[in-house]
């Protein structure tokens, strides 16, 4: 039985104990039985490489994302609008996109991979995308240095997060997902609403992982049928 695994907005900060340990522990009990693992972006409440590394406690995290790729198991990193910039650590432990949406086949289905920011019209998320997605902006950033950098990102994070789910987006999702299988793919995966949802339409599925912060909620296609389940 083939399996891929989808998950994403863990949101990782040195004060995210307990979100950390429980993903430590979904990778060791998907090691060595996964075919892939996709992570749909914001791993990190703030991915930001400086030369002496990402923030705290990320370390372990990239560690055991390195050990299910050793024991056999395709991974993949899709940006979300939290990770601005993804330097040689990260992909020592999994392979970046090179670009904000990914389509392939799995198990004979048509599958579309994004994290889904560019969706979200509201200001701080607009912000996070004109941020991480100008270099520029991304080079300035880099010479406040990691202490005050990771500070502000801090921040401006915790703002993020604060703001209640937004069923406007949940519905703009869906949509668009919609659009996407009328054009002909078979499942639309998408992340950062922190809304998980999974519906079977008339021209294939949707899913959306939700969050692994707070719901720690993730997606599974096995033998070509997603599924949306919860770690416990």
Do not use: K
């Amino acid at each position: 039985m083939s399996a891929h695994y989808f998950v994403a907005d863990a949101h990782l900060s040195a004060s995210t104990e307990e979100p950390r340990r429980r993903l430590l522990d979904f990778l060791a009990s998907i090691q060595s039985r996964a075919d892939s693992l996709f992570v749909l972006g914001d791993l990190f409440d703030f991915g930001f490489e400086y030369r002496r590394g990402l923030p705290a406690g990320s370390a372990v995290v990239l560690d055991a994302l390195r050990r299910v790729r050793d024991a056999g198991t395709r991974v993949l990193y899709l940006p979300g609008n939290h990770d601005f910039r993804l330097g040689p650590r990260v992909r020592a432990s999994a392979e970046v996109a090179t670009g904000r949406s990914v389509e392939m086949e799995l198990d004979g289905r048509r599958v579309w991979l994004a994290h889904g920011d560019e969706l979200d019209p509201r200001p701080v998320s607009a912000l996070f995308r004109a941020l991480g997605r100008n270099h520029a902006a991304v080079a300035l950033y880099s010479l406040l240095g990691q202490r005050a950098g990771t500070r502000l990102a801090g921040w401006v994070s915790g703002r993020s997060r604060a703001r209640p789910p937004d069923e406007t987006l949940r519905d703009r999702m869906a949509a668009f997902a919609q659009q996407r299988l009328l054009r002909g793919d078979d499942v639309v995966v998408l992340a950062h609403s922190h809304l998980p949802e999974l519906r079977h339409l008339e021209r294939g599925t949707y899913l959306n992982v939700g969050d692994w912060l707070g719901g720690r909620t993730f997606g599974v296609m096995r033998d070509g049928v997603v599924s949306l389940e919860r770690f416990p």
